[in-house]
């Protein structure tokens, strides 16, 4: 019985340490401002240029949100389908498997 425990522990303990890191990264969220350069509908993906001309591509699943930023009025959610190459935005998304996972996007028109 011991030895059944004592195997069942270090195989837990094994698999939690090679998820770890993996894991780790995905939980951590990335901040990018830019322009974007591209949007693809029909994968779900955008790319954004940095300042330092940096291209990063970005996917989009059912929970990211999207709202457009006004000064002069109220803020207001969009759809996926609002974002144009061109616009100003302030992405954030999730470390990991690339295209990085978009949390929320901030549209500055």
Same mark, same amino acid.
């Given at each position: 019985?011991? &030895?059944?425990?004592l ?5 837990a ?5 090679f998820?770890? /890191?993996?894991?780790?990264?995905y939980h951590? &969220?990335?901040r990018?401002?830019?322009?974007? !350069?591209?949007?693809d509908a029909?994968? &779900?993906? *955008? ?5 330092d001309? &940096?291209?990063?591509? *970005? +996917?989009v699943?059912d @929970?990211s !949100?999207?709202e457009? !930023?006004n000064?002069d009025?109220?803020d @207001?959610d %969009? /759809?996926?389908s ?6 100003? %935005?302030k992405?954030?998304? =999730? +470390?990991?498997?690339q295209p990085?996972l978009?949390d929320d996007?901030?549209? =500055?028109r």
């Amino acid at each position: 019985m011991l &030895k059944r425990t004592l195997c069942a522990l270090v195989a837990a303990i094994a698999l939690v340490s090679f998820s770890a /890191p993996a894991m780790a990264d995905y939980h951590h &969220k990335m901040r990018v401002r830019g322009t974007v !350069e591209s949007v693809d509908a029909s994968q &779900k993906t *955008f790319s954004v240029k940095e300042r330092d001309g &940096k291209v990063i591509t *970005f +996917r989009v699943d059912d @929970r990211s !949100e999207f709202e457009v !930023e006004n000064r002069d009025r109220d803020d @207001r959610d %969009v /759809p996926f389908s609002e974002l144009k190459a061109g616009d100003r %935005v302030k992405v954030k998304a =999730y +470390r990991g498997e690339q295209p990085h996972l978009v949390d929320d996007v901030d549209i =500055y028109r």
